[in-house]
């Protein structure tokens, strides 16, 4: 079996661009995302940022992506007219107690959340695991 060297072929964003620009604003609302280093998080906590959320909260374990990702934001919206307040509250999803954690820190700055994005992570117990299975490969 070969190795592939070839960069992936670059796919061009066809319907997205359209759909975010018609989302209603985000004005006023506090929008956390778990797991938003990259892919779909980073993709929501940016629509977010874009639909000028008032607070986008962002639940990573702690990395270099992580601040990357709030960098990268941060960029977002200098070069924007959102006026979002991102932060990064320190979260991983295979620790309970991190994750309780960061609850508490959430409910000690924040009124309230408003849209809860569970993007990443599942604590599913082994018994369950067997059970759902055929449905989570469904
Ligand atoms: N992409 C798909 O086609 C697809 C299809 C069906 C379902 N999904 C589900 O959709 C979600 C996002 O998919 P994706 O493709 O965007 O995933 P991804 O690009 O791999 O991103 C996963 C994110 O989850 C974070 N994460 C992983 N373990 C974590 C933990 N213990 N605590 C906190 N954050 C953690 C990662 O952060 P780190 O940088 O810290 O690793 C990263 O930000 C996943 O739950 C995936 O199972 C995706």
């Known amino acids: 079996m070969g190795v592939s060297t070839s960069k992936p072929h670059p796919i061009a964003t066809k ?14 609302k506090t929008v956390c995302v778990t797991g938003c280093t990259t892919g779909t998080g980073f993709i929501v906590a940016r629509t977010a940022v874009r639909k000028n959320a008032s607070n986008v909260v962002l639940l990573n374990r702690s990395s270099d992506r ?6 990268l934001l941060h960029d977002e919206i200098k070069s924007s007219s959102s006026s979002s307040k991102v932060e990064t509250i320190s979260c ?4 309970f107690e991190s994750v309780k954690e960061a609850a508490k820190t959430i409910q000690s700055k924040y009124d309230a959340i408003d849209v809860l994005c569970n993007n990443a992570g599942m604590l599913i ?4 695991y067997e059970r759902f299975l055929p449905f989570l490969l469904n």
Do not use: H, I
């Not at 991983?92 to 620790?95: F, S, V």
């Not at 117990?125 to 369950?128: A, D, F, K, N, R």
């Open 15 to 28: 319907w997205f661009p359209e759909f975010e620009q018609n989302l209603p604003t985000l004005d006023g």
């Open 92 to 95: 991983d999803l295979q620790d």
């Open 125 to 128: 117990q082994y018994v369950y």
């Open 66 to 71: 992580a601040t990357k990702a709030e960098e």
